[in-house]
């Protein structure tokens, strides 16, 4: 998958409570796809809560606070260059009080490693608040799926 192909996250998402809070939460995710694929550290730190956890999609761990999760981006990006994810949204949910909401969709990895194009993907859940200003993603859970060309 190139960089500069990368799909939309806001396609054919299915919108549940209120919609136009749920229309935020998917530019929310649009705008994080973008920060990863521009490798915008800010820009990806605007979007993360200051606790935020990952839970990788293998064996990778557990990944906890915004700063570890910045500080493992620069890592992966600087050992891999043409590394780009993607989060493909499928639903999204408001709560009832309009301060939560919950993502599920799909998932897409891919970079080169040893003259191998390697390919990742999966199913992902997300949690996100609103704290008063903007969504942010308190939590994502990824699982693994599909594995080409990689070890696995």
């Known amino acids: 998958m190139s960089r ?3 799909p939309s996250a806001s396609r054919d998402v299915q919108l549940t409570g209120d919609k136009a809070l ?3 939460v998917a530019s929310a995710r649009e705008a994080f796809n973008t920060a990863l694929d521009a490798r915008d550290m ?17 064996e990778a761990q557990l990944i906890t606070g ?3 999760q910045l500080d493992a981006w620069e890592a992966v990006f600087a050992s891999m260059p043409d590394i ?7 639903r999204i949910e408001i709560s009832e009080d309009g301060l939560l909401a919950a993502e599920t969709g799909r998932w897409r990895g891919s970079w080169s490693m040893d003259g191998m194009s390697v ?3 999966g199913r992902y859940f997300a949690k996100w608040r609103h704290d008063g200003t903007a969504w942010r993603i308190e939590a994502e859970t990824f699982v693994t799926m599909k594995r080409t060309g990689g070890a696995g």
């Open 66 to 68: 915004r700063q570890a």
């Open 22 to 24: 749920a229309r935020q």
């Open 42 to 58: 800010p820009a990806i730190a605007d979007v993360l809560s200051e606790e935020a956890m990952l839970v990788p999609g293998d």
């Open 119 to 121: 390919r990742y993907s």
């Open 4 to 6: 500069k192909a990368r």
């Open 84 to 90: 780009a994810y993607v989060r493909a949204p499928a």
